[in-house]
Nanobody, 123 residues
């Protein structure tokens, strides 16, 4: 069963969006989770990850200081708050469940993925 990502849309430069990712299986509370993104013609790249307790996070340099990952295990949901968006952030954003208690910047360490949600930032 795929994760269910939502919250994408069209926003102007400098705007904000909040992405959500729900695990319908409700089995990821002991697993790290992460967000990745893929722009047209580019490979999927790491954005942010969080450990199972939500007290350890890591970000790609390109989003550090602008994006915040968090989770609510009671709701089986991970979030990505995105502020100060710019056109380079335009991509399909994917959430994933890590095979381990911590997240990773390596996509191969993720067991399940969501379907992706489109984020478009206009200049």
């Amino acid at each position: 069963v795929q994760l269910q990502a939502s919250g994408g849309g069209l926003v102007q430069t400098g705007g904000s969006l909040r992405l959500s990712c729900v695990d319908p299986r409700r089995t990821s509370t002991n697993n790290g989770m992460g967000w990745f993104r893929q722009a047209p013609g580019k490979e999927r790249e790491f954005v942010a990850h969080i450990n199972w307790r939500g007290d350890s996070t890591h970000y790609a340099d390109s989003v550090k200081g602008r994006f915040t990952i968090s989770r609510d295990n009671a709701k089986n949901t991970v979030y990505l708050q995105m502020n100060s968006l710019n056109p380079e952030d335009t991509a399909v954003y994917y959430c994933g469940v890590s095979r381990y208690a911590v997240g990773s910047s390596d996509a191969s360490r993720y067991a399940r993925w969501g379907q992706g949600t489109q984020v478009t930032v206009s200049s």
